[in-house]
């Protein structure tokens, strides 16, 4: 630990670096990740960094913005040392290991042989091509084989063997839906400083208009939260147990507050619903996440109907 404090001294030092080196030095902090638990929000920059030249040897130089992640790597790595995300007092008991995979997948192919009136388990080779058919109308032929993949899962787990054995037919129905539609290269394009600030644009035109500080405010907390836009946002009907409510939002100072916490009470990666809060500190610059929220919670208070923390003008929740 003392060696590597020592070598971000080094590196604070420095306004150029070869990508080799700089590379070297992202592989010991993603490792240190592992147990600094907000880390990659301050590897992120290094790595952008890092992709601006081709070749190990090419010379990158190093703004003040790296040297300020530098800074916080040099602050926080020493409260980290010795610490462990691992539960030391569990390892001596004998456990099961539970492997999950995406419901989602085997839920849609539930529900597809409850409609065609066929039973999911164990399925026939006709009712995985009916199935592999009946995606192809939607998805791409990647999304397909993963979608497959979730069955295999579903048998295996309950005992059944692999359906996707020795399936000639649904092989050429797979190779089919790829010639028609092959999987391409996604369109969309990652939210960027850059990005919010056109938006940033767009809302001063009229900073007071309700619309505004709440699509603003929405923006950044789902930028600076890296959060999924189902995580803040319904989809139907509000439910106050699964869905961002008013009261998951907090900040550590009335009177100067600096960090604002938001407690997601399930998401994607949380199969088991157990909630995690995360943080967002308040910056300097006009694209703030903390000012946004305070900006949009002042607003909200005499227009919502409900206890949903994004609403509409009219105070019904807004969808995604």
């Not at 080094?10 to 902090?29: D, H, V």
């Not at 497959?148 to 050429?172: C, E, F, I, M, W």
């Not at 990005?195 to 309700?210: E, G």
């Not at 989809?235 to 009177?255: I, K, Q």
Request: proline share 4%; with cysteine.
């Amino acid at each position: 630990m003392h060696s590597t404090i020592l070598h971000f001294v080094k590196w604070k030092s420095w306004t150029y670096c070869q990508k080799r080196s700089l590379l070297s030095l992202i592989g010991k902090l993603s490792h240190a990740c592992k147990v600094v638990t907000a880390g990659r929000l301050f590897l992120r920059r290094m790595i952008e960094t890092a992709k601006t030249v081709r070749r190990l040897n090419h010379w990158i130089h190093l703004e003040a913005d790296f040297r300020s992640d530098l800074d916080w790597w040099s602050l926080f790595l020493g409260y980290w040392n010795g610490c462990s995300m691992m539960q030391t007092h569990c390892q001596d008991q004998a456990a099961d290991v539970v492997i999950v995979t995406d419901a989602t997948a085997q839920s849609r192919y539930l529900r597809f042989c409850q409609a065609i009136g066929k039973p999911p388990l164990p399925a026939t080779e006709g009712v995985l091509v009916l199935f592999a058919a009946h995606m192809a109308q939607s998805v791409c032929h990647a999304t397909m084989r993963a979608y497959l993949s979730a069955v295999r899962h579903l048998h295996v787990s309950r005992g059944y063997g692999d359906p996707l054995k020795n399936t000639l037919q649904l092989d050429l129905v797979l190779k089919g839906a790829k010639r028609k539609k092959p999987s391409g290269t996604d369109k969309r394009l990652p939210v960027t400083p850059v990005i919010l600030q056109s938006i940033l644009t767009v809302v001063k035109r009229d900073p007071s208009q309700y619309t505004n500080i709440m699509m603003w405010a929405a923006c950044c907390l789902g930028y600076f939260a890296f959060l999924r836009s189902g995580e803040f946002t319904t989809t139907g009907t509000f439910n106050p147990e699964l869905h961002l409510s008013v009261e998951d939002v907090a900040v550590d100072s009335h009177e100067n507050p600096t960090v604002c916490s938001i407690h997601l009470k399930q998401s994607k990666t949380d199969q088991e619903k157990r909630g995690i809060t995360l943080y967002v500190g308040r910056t300097t610059k006009q694209i703030c996440p903390v000012t946004a929220m305070l900006s949009y919670l002042v607003v909200r208070s005499v227009r919502a109907q409900t206890r949903a923390l994004f609403v509409q003008e009219d105070g019904t929740p807004r969808h995604s």
